[in-house]
């Protein structure tokens, strides 16, 4: 492998100046940001002496006020530390009463500023009754128990109304099917009671008919009866006398030739 030392060459000059402009910024910038440590270790001090003349007796008002400002806060925080047992049971008690307690429900008390109402005694917040926006107490409400108890037995009857609405719907469709096969079955009976009306007009003219045949054949039968009633009369007769002639007996309608 051969080296072109003149490549090489090459790119060791542009390293170099590009090293060079590197070092030559950096030189520049810490000239142009020097610190005056001379003039830094100066304005330290002053600011020391000045510290030590308002931390001596009679020194600046307004480290005087800061701290009468500092005492005050201080007294409040411990009278607010000392509050605070208290004020953290009275808060545990107010939220066991909202989960499970039996009495009515309050809330905060604003007054019309907005601004929370507080027991100079205690230094318990006032509590009063819920109200809705035109200032009435909203009813219904109770702890979180009650309302829980209240959700469980309304979803009880809920559910009992549904399986009861159930019933009824099948009981309506049971009805509605039992009532359409009733009327399949009344339409049968109305079709069978047609079929008989027709066949009863038909056969009334038959039956008429029959009847006054029969009335005839009964007449018919009856003069035949008397008509052989009264042969057999003659016939018994005829031992005793002469057979009657034909001018004798016209209404018979008999053929005494063919009797000799």
């Known amino acids: 492998m051969t080296i072109n030392w003149t490549r090489t060459g090459k ?3 542009f390293v170099d100046v590009a090293l060079s402009l590197m070092f030559a910024f950096w030189a520049y910038g810490v000239y142009r940001h020097r610190i005056e440590f001379p003039a830094e270790s100066k304005a330290r001090a002053d600011e020391i002496d000045r510290f030590k003349k308002v931390l001596a007796p009679g020194g600046d008002d307004a480290l005087r006020g800061a701290e009468a400002r500092w005492q005050f806060a201080l007294r409040n925080l411990k009278s607010a530390e000392e509050r ?3 004020l ?4 545990a008690e107010q939220l066991e009463a909202l989960r499970t307690g039996q ?10 500023t907005g601004k929370l109402q507080v027991d100079p005694a205690t230094g318990q917040p006032r509590l009063g009754p819920v109200l809705n926006a035109a200032g009435q107490e909203i009813p219904g409400l109770a702890s979180l128990d009650k309302l ?3 959700y469980a ?3 009880v ?3 009992d109304a549904l399986q009861q609405s159930d019933a009824a719907l099948a009981e309506v469709r049971r009805l509605t099917d039992q009532i359409g096969g009733l009327r399949s079955q009344l339409a049968a009976r109305q079709e069978e009671l047609k079929r008989s009306l027709d066949q009863h007009e038909y056969l009334q003219p038959l039956l008429y008919n029959r009847q006054v045949e029969v009335q005839i054949l009964t007449k018919r039968h009856k003069a035949l009866e008397s008509r052989l009633e009264e042969l057999k009369a003659r016939n018994e007769g005829q031992a005793f006398g002469p057979w ?3 001018a004798a007996t016209p209404e018979w309608g008999i053929d005494h030739d063919q009797f000799g």
């Open 157 to 159: 009857d809920l559910h």
């Open 153 to 155: 037995k309304a979803q």
């Open 84 to 86: 605070r047992p208290a």
């Open 11 to 13: 790119i060791l000059v």
């Open 244 to 246: 009657p002639t034909a």
């Open 148 to 150: 829980s108890q209240n």
């Open 88 to 91: 953290v049971k009275w808060y």
């Open 103 to 112: 009495g009515k429900v309050q809330a905060l008390v604003y007054d019309k």
